[in-house]
């Protein structure tokens, strides 16, 4: 059968992940020191555990409605609220989901028509632009720059926005820049869309994890932002549950209704048992949050001084728990570089370009690690770029 002709042109036409192929690379290696992964290293809380457990012992194991358990929904109005000055109604505002990655997708499909513009910030994590592209828009890359603190410039978008620009996804803290964005530069972004009909994608998945004082300011939080955004989160970083498959939305009724409905044919409901253990991370989590990003904070600060030292430009991360160096000062691409480091010191990091064509030259390490393994990384790169 020739399953080119057979088989979806979309499907066939999307990139697989730069990330995961390198991860392949792997398969057969020993004794490699990897900081690849964007997955905590903490086990989920006990208390958040026991929760799940509880409600299989108790077999609570039906579906739920489609938007997710009421008392959920309504936990997570409560933690949008206390956290981000964000007001949703939990019966027709928030739908959970399976992830975060399915909330940014049937949030694009439910906006984006055939022929949509989305601009989408880049360096970036790696599902925007094929999400757009399934759904029928075109994706136009905004390239941040390190000078600018990878950070998303009112000038850029401005010159960005076209007739056919209809969604502006907002990646920060970003993956894999580690860039934020501040109240009052997020302002000047709003200033730019207030008066369109733009709407925006929020993905605040990290939004727990800032550092150096900042907290996390929601583009929605703004005036006349609300009306226009999407914000999607979930619970893998910040409570450490990236296999309990745990998101959700929260956006206006009327895009609420459209990615229920989405939602409903694809999914039918998230996993139930995950979302009892959801409810207890909500309700009181907030001392785990503050634990486990404490220690990101010290890694981040370790990492961030030892590549310095090292001899390798460094951008200084504010949110997220990944830094970007900058490994095109060795004269190698991106892919080069980290290809030898892994042959050849035996550490894995990701090539910057697996985040865009603009993340060539750097490289995506993440510090989701223990202090003894990042260490161990150092030892090993320093002695590696001794040799270049």
């Not at 030292?309 to 160096?325: D, L, Q, T």
């Amino acid at each position: 059968m020739d399953y080119q002709k057979l088989l979806s042109r979309k499907a066939q036409e999307l990139k697989p992940s730069g990330i995961r192929k390198f991860f392949d690379m792997l398969d057969g290696m020993d004794d490699v020191v990897a900081l690849t992964v964007g997955q905590p290293d903490f086990v989920t809380p006990w208390h958040i555990r026991e929760a799940g457990i509880d409600s299989l012992e108790r077999g609570k194991t039906y579906y739920t409605s489609n938007s997710g358990l009421l008392e959920m929904r309504e936990e997570i109005a409560k933690y949008l609220k206390r956290r981000f000055s964000l007001t949703y109604d939990p019966l027709h505002e928030i739908v959970v989901t399976v992830g975060g990655s399915e909330a940014i997708d049937i949030a694009m499909r439910a906006i984006v028509n055939p022929g949509d513009e989305v601009i989408i910030p880049t360096p970036c994590f790696v599902c925007y632009e094929p999400l757009c592209r399934m759904a029928g828009g075109v994706p136009v890359s905004l390239v941040t720059e390190e000078k600018d603190n990878f950070k998303l410039t009112p000038e850029k978008l401005k010159a960005a926005i076209t007739p056919k620009t209809k969604l502006l996804v907002m990646p920060f803290p970003n993956n894999p820049t580690g860039a934020i964005m501040t109240e009052e530069e997020l302002t000047a972004i709003a200033d730019i869309l207030r008066g369109t009909d733009i709407m925006v994608l929020s993905d605040e998945i990290y939004a727990e994890m800032t550092y150096g004082g900042r907290k996390h300011v929601s583009i929605a939080s703004l005036p006349d932002m609300w009306e226009r955004t999407v914000v999607v989160n979930g619970f893998s970083k910040a409570y450490a549950m990236t296999g309990w498959r745990m998101g959700y939305t929260a956006a206006p009724a009327s895009i609420t209704a459209q990615m229920l409905k989405l939602h409903q044919f694809a999914i039918m409901c998230a996993p139930t048992t995950s979302q009892f253990a959801a409810v207890e991370a909500l309700r009181n989590g907030d001392e785990d949050i503050a634990m486990m990003t404490a220690e990101y904070d010290a890694r981040r600060r370790f990492l961030v001084d030892g590549l310095r030292k090292i001899g390798i430009p460094c951008f200084e991360p504010e949110g997220a728990f990944y830094v970007f160096p900058n490994v095109g000062v060795f004269g190698m691409t991106s892919e080069e570089f980290c290809e030898r480091l892994l042959y050849e010191a035996k550490v894995a990091i990701v090539p910057g370009n697996a985040f865009g064509d603009c993340g060539e030259g750097f490289a995506r390490i993440s510090y989701a690690y223990s202090v003894k393994h990042i260490t161990e990384a150092l030892e090993r790169i320093e002695r590696f770029v001794k040799t270049l």
